[in-house]
């Protein structure tokens, strides 16, 4: 397992189960998933590694197991256009290319909708989300079984190659999932092609993939190729990426006019606190939903205590200092 982290005892004690992806199999995984575990689920582009997108202690687990060092947006999984728009708001090109391609291998990054139900986490704290509805057929009848919409970024860990088979993700991720559905071998076997389509904005080719280009400008014109978050310099993230306060980190005091963040057993009681009792991964669950609330008692400073670099420290901290980078406003 990777940087350290131990994943609960529910997710250790056996191997991950491949599950015959019948209608049994499918109803199985998705009251797994209402439990908040992670599944292995196939789409026609690649694996994914699938959790309620709603639930920030599943999706926390979704960047343990993927043992990456930061927080990459996930892309939501949905059954339909329509339960697309609960969560994002498509204008006349988006919506084009959604009843182009969709289901299918085209994820839309659009804005979030105010009353969207994505948690803050799985977006990464953006004010944009990645959509797509999916049309593996097994992954359809499981987001039909599903009043919630599916956090699932390609099922491997950090740095190696997506999968295409259950047999893949088992290999790969068996200590972190309790089954994968197997839905066969991938047709597509590359990731959904990715585009951006903001208000007053030419819409960007974020990722090429699984939709060739040309087929895809041929319903929207001409692509900008866009750049993807993950090399962008904390400079250049937008500013909602932040908290309006600034942030100190490493904090060992608080001082004057300032509140917060505690993390660990030696942070004052009274204090908000990311995990009690020092466990990263409930850190992550926190880490959005807490800097919201501190932030909203319109303070100057939020000062966060030290977060070990082990298991999701490595992101949190990632994510701390871009918050905490200074802004062009
Ligand atoms: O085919 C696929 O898209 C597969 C299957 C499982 O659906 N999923 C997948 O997810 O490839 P992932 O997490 O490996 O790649 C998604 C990419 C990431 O690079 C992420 O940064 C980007 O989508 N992304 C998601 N939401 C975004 C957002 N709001 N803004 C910018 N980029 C976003
Ligand atoms: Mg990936």
């Known amino acids: 397992m990777k940087s350290g982290y131990s994943a609960p005892a529910m997710f250790r004690e056996d191997f991950v189960q491949i599950v015959t992806a019948d209608k049994a199999g499918i109803a199985r995984a998705a009251r797994a998933l209402v439990e908040g575990q992670l599944v292995g689920m196939?789409?026609?582009?690649?694996?994914?590694?699938?959790?309620?997108?709603?639930?920030?202690?599943?999706?926390?687990?979704?960047?343990a197991a993927k043992g990456r060092p930061s927080f990459n947006p996930?892309?939501?999984?949905?059954?339909s256009l329509e339960a697309a728009?609960?969560?994002g708001r498509f204008?006349?090109?988006?919506?084009?290319?959604?009843e182009a391609f969709w289901p299918g291998p085209l994820t839309l990054i659009v804005p979030v909708q105010e009353q969207g139900?994505?948690?803050?986490?799985?977006?990464?704290?953006?004010?944009?989300?990645?959509l797509r509805v999916p049309a593996h057929p097994v992954a359809q009848s499981l987001l039909n079984l599903l009043d919630f919409p599916l956090a699932a970024p390609s099922a491997n860990p950090s740095g190696r190659l997506s999968p295409t088979t259950a047999q893949d993700v088992a290999e790969e991720l068996s200590e972190e999932l309790g089954m994968v559905l197997d839905g066969g071998q991938c047709v597509a076997g590359i990731e959904s092609s990715i585009v951006t389509v903001l208000p007053d904005q030419q819409p960007q080719l974020l990722r090429p993939g699984a939709i060739e280009r040309s087929e895809l400008e041929a319903v929207?014109?001409?692509l900008m190729d866009g750049a993807s978050l993950a090399v962008m310099a904390p400079g250049q993230l937008a500013s909602h990426y932040a908290p309006r306060a600034r942030l100190?980190?490493?904090?060992?005091?608080?001082?004057?006019?300032?509140?917060?963040?505690?993390?660990?057993?030696?942070?004052?009681?009274?204090?908000?606190?990311?995990?009690?009792?020092?466990?990263?991964?409930?850190?992550?669950?926190?880490?959005?939903?807490?800097?919201?609330?501190?932030?909203?008692?319109?303070?100057?400073?939020i000062a966060v205590m030290p977060i070990p670099d082990s298991g999701l420290g490595q992101a949190i901290n990632d994510r701390l200092r871009r918050a905490a980078a200074p802004r062009s406003e």
């Open 42 to 63: 196939p789409t026609e582009t690649v694996y994914g590694l699938a959790a309620n997108a709603r639930d920030p202690a599943a999706v926390a687990r979704i960047f």
């Open 74 to 79: 996930l892309i939501a999984h949905v059954a």
């Open 85 to 87: 728009e609960n969560d």
């Open 91 to 98: 204008n006349e090109l988006a919506r084009r290319l959604a």
């Open 117 to 130: 139900t994505v948690c803050d986490l799985a977006r990464a704290g953006l004010d944009t989300i990645g």
């Open 220 to 222: 929207v014109g001409p």
């Open 248 to 301: 100190r980190l490493n904090a060992g005091s608080v001082r004057e006019g300032e509140v917060l963040l505690g993390f660990g057993p030696g942070a004052p009681a009274k204090a908000l606190n990311l995990s009690a009792r020092g466990d990263t991964v409930e850190a992550a669950a926190n880490l959005y939903q807490m800097m919201r609330q501190l932030d909203s008692h319109d303070v100057a400073v």
